[in-house]
Structure formats: C-alpha cells, structure tokens
C-alpha cells in the first residue's frame, strides 16, 4: 500500500470508529430511555440489566452504521479539503477518485461483514433479547403487557391503551382476542374501558380485572350453513387468570426455533416464506370452499322445476301468506342470516389481511439485510463527495449534512416499509425505496468528484437559493416603497 493510500485509510478509520462509539453510546442510551419503564423498579440485578442492554445492543447497529460511513466521510473529505490536502494531491496529478480507492475497498469490506453481522449475529441477539424479557415475566408477569401494542400472551392477544398507577397495574381500553387453538382463528373478542393487573410474587398467573366492558363470541356449529350463531354479553367485573409459565425460558428451552421475522437469517426465512405462501393459499381455497357450500345450500334444488316455481311466486306474495308474528319471524331471520354471513365475511377478510401483513413482514426481513450491507456503499458516496464541496472537517457543518441525510433516509426507509406492510407497494420496492430514491444523490456527487467539477466551495449549491431571496427581497422592498 502506497504512504498516501495508507494515510487517508488511517484518517477515515480514526474518525469512523470515533464516530461509531460516540453514536453507539448515544442510540444505546436511547434504548435505556425506551425500556427504562420496563427495567425500572423491578428489583432487577445489574448483570441481567446488562445482559438486556447487551442483546438489545446489536438492534442499533443497522442505525448506526450507515450514520457513522456517512458523518466519517464527509468529515474526513471534509478536512482534507478545508486544508488543502486535496488541492496538493491534485496538482500531483492525483485526483479525488484515485485518493478514494483505499477507501472504497474498506466500505465493500465493511459491507460484508455487516451483512454478515445482520444475518448471524442480530438474529440470535434479538431471539435472546426478547425471550429475555419473557424470562423476567416470571418475577413480575405485569411486564408482559406493554401499553399501545398488541401483546402475545399464548392463546390471547392484548392490547390497552394506556397502562398507569403506582406500579402501572391499572389499565384503559383493554383489547383482548382470544385465539381458537384447534382452528387458530379469532372468533372471542373482550372489551372492557378499564382493567387492573393482579400479581403475586413467584407466581406465574396473572389475574386480570376488567371493568365495563363488553364479550363478543362467534359460535361455530357443526352444520354448514351460515345460521351460526353470535354471543354478545356486557359485564360490569370479569375476571381472566392467564398463566405466564410458558414465557419462563430456561437456557436450553431458550435455543428453540422462533417464527418472529427479525429472529431468522436468509435460510430461515426462505423456508418459513415457503410455508407462509402455501398455507396462505390452502386459507383461500377453505374460505372459497365454505362460500361455495353456503351458496349450495340456496341451490340445490336445479331442476327445472324449481326454477318454475322461482319464476312464479314473489317476495311480497311470500309476505302476504303470513300473519303479522310470521312476518316479524321472517324478518329477523333474514336479519341474522345477513348478519351473520357479513360477519363472516369481514372475519375472512381480516384473516386473510392480517395473514399478507405477516408475509410481507418477512418479505421485508429478507430484503433489508441486503439493504443495510449497500447502506454503508451508498452512505459513503454520498459523504465523500459532499466533504469535499463543503470543505469543513470537525463536527459543525458535517454533522448538520450528516443528520439532515440519514433522518431523510430513515424517515423514507420506515415509510417504505410500513406501506409495503399495509400491501400498498411490493415488499422489494418498500425495502429499498430509501435507497433508490437517495442513489441519484449519490451518483451525481460521485459523478462531479469524479470529474473535478463542483467540489471547490459550497458557494455553487447556494448561489442560486441566496441570488433567488435577495431578488424577492429587493422587489419586496420597491414594492413598499
């Protein structure tokens, strides 16, 4: 390696690992923030409060990386600029491309392991970070309940709206479906305005208060038809014992296989893709089966006759054969009968929505582990180029650029992925939306670098913003006068 090829990869890697501590320390103490509510007053020691932090670490680093490639290439390039080491390099007949070869070799490097990194390592950290908390559910089972989430207590799912109290065991709007565990389908659902938590110490049941609430019950018979009947009760107290024992992992019960999409590597998440897929497909053809057979049973008599019989006699004739009890009769059960069959219906949708939402959460697992190995490529040519235009090294006007970037980036990532869960755009095109949009930035700074062209001052980019405003200004002002 040539001196000056190893004095710009020494530069970078000083600031880039400077960098990515510093950021690594600040995202962690944000996750602090976020789970202090979970870690705080529960009598936890300070080795498993640091084994939490320790596997919740590795969620940070597809955030920090790219930020860190980014705010080190702007402030290295930056610097070089600002005292005149490119300007040297130049008149020796070196130019910006040439002086970014070491480092390009670096980023693809850095790349790889990172997508080594995302693949192996943040799989096992996040299965052991999350069965972790469960494992504490067994000295406080109230931390299995998380306000404004859906929380997944075996054959329930629950929800509340608002968690307060002394030690957060009162509860708001409370949301509970509970899971059919032979069809695996939601046909109960619990509402109640308030709730309190009942806890006792070494014991794994929590009992659960609901307060003015309402159940619903889809009762399924075992007739095909769609006169199945529906449940709906109110009550002022109802009482649910839910046992956590099953979240109380020992450490070789925590080595088990989870379906959780951010707990898998590429394999994993082939295969489950593969399952998902067929068995969203078998859920379709029950759901087109059964609406066939209900159809069937309005149109089993085919015969020629029938359809005589169809053609002659109308509803209102039908209406005025019966007395007035009759036709009330008729009319509620022609009520339920619909009823029932857009309950049904909608259940179906859901079912089948809530099942495509799942799929394209592991669709998109799949594909950010790629984007987040081309985040640090991207990130770096868009921060080498844009060092050199701006020519400030340090931590002023680089890390104004730097954050503007990656908020940018992460607001266009998250929004992508969120409408490719929502089935608004493919996973794929969700997943890289952030990328693709932000490429051309990068093109086009690589492309000027390249070419020498636009990386002498700022003062190119601004001119035509500042000429603009003191034109309206100056117009403004004859204007007033």
Known sequence: MKILDRYILISFVKTFFSVFAILFFIFVLQGIWVFIGDIAGKDLDFITIFKFLFFYS?????????????????????????????????????????????????????????????????????????NMRRDIIHTKPAMAISAGQFNDLGAMNIKVDEK?????????????????????????????????????????????????????????????????????SEFEHYIMSIDVSEFDKSEEELQEIS????????????????????????????????????????????TQESNNVYQTVSLDSLLQLKNRSQKISLYSNASAVAENIRFNITNNQNTLVEKTKHINRHWIAFYEKFVIAFSCLLM???????????????????????????????????????????????PFFGAWLSTLILLPMAITFTYKATKDR?????????????????????KKQQNNT
Request: glycine share 6%; charged share 20%; aromatic share 12%.
């Open 259 to 302: 379906n959780t999409a951010t707990m898998m590597n590429i394999s994993q998440l082939n295969y489950t893709l593969d399952s998902l897929n067929t068995n969203y497909k078998d859920e379709i053809k029950i759901h087109v089966d059964a609406d066939n057979g209900n159809r069937r049973l309005f149109l089993s008599n085919t």
């Open 58 to 130: 590795p969620k940070m680093i597809p955030m920090v990386l790219p930020l860190s490639v980014l705010l080190a290439s702007i402030m290295t390039f930056g610097d070089f600029s600002e005292n005149y080491e490119f300007a040297a390099m130049k008149s020796s007949g070196i130019s910006l491309q040439r002086a970014m070869r070491s480092l390009i070799v670096f980023i693809l490097i850095l790349s790889g392991v990172s997508f080594w990194f995302v693949n192996n390592v943040a799989p096992k950290s996040e299965f052991k970070f999350v």
């Open 454 to 474: 636009g990386i002498n001052s700022i003062d190119n980019l601004l001119y035509p913003i500042t000429n603009y405003l003191k034109t309206k200004f100056k």
């Open 380 to 426: 770096f040519f868009i921060g080498a180029p844009l060092g050199a235009i701006i020519r400030k090294g340090g931590l002023g006007l680089p890390m104004v650029f730097a954050v503007l970037i990656f908020i940018s980036y992460h607001f266009i990532n998250t929004f992508g992925k969120k409408l490719a869960q929502e089935n608004g755009i493919t």
């Open 164 to 232: 307060y109290g002394e030690k957060d065991e009162k509860l708001r709007n409370v949301t509970i479906h509970v899971i059919n565990q032979q069809s695996s389908t939601n046909k109960t659902v619990i509402k109640a305005k308030t709730g309190r938590i009942e806890t006792k110490e070494n014991s794994p049941i929590l009992k659960l208060h609901l307060f003015d609430g309402n159940y619903y019950e889809d009762v399924t018979t075992r007739r095909n038809n769609s006169n199945d009947p529906f449940i709906k």
